[in-house]
């Protein structure tokens, strides 16, 4: 299993529409790690670290979201995996 880590950054109406949550328990139902957080110009960043096989399908669901949402685009950026996350979070800004 190849381990990986991707850095999303999610276009669409995806703030106000509880995606920071779906993200994590999407996340934690998945085994992967990092954190998600909304950005001031109404996106949302989602780093995911984990196999990369269930990352591409959290990615994926991402995609779809939750009721409510709608999302236009999701920029990922490929990275090398660190293991440096210990669980998945929602960080606040």
């Known amino acids: 299993m190849e381990k990986a880590r991707a850095c999303l950054f999610i276009d669409g109406r995806v703030q106000g529409v509880f995606y920071r949550v779906f993200t ?47 999302v236009s685009n999701i920029d990922v950026q490929w990275q090398l995996y660190k293991g440096d996350q210990e669980e998945f979070s929602i960080r606040y800004l």
């Open 24 to 70: 994590m328990e999407l996340a934690r139902n998945l085994g992967l790690k990092g954190w998600v957080k909304n950005l001031r110009d109404g996106r949302v960043e989602v780093l995911f670290e984990g196999e990369k096989d269930v990352i591409e399908r959290a990615i994926r669901e991402c995609y779809v979201g939750p009721p409510g949402a709608r």
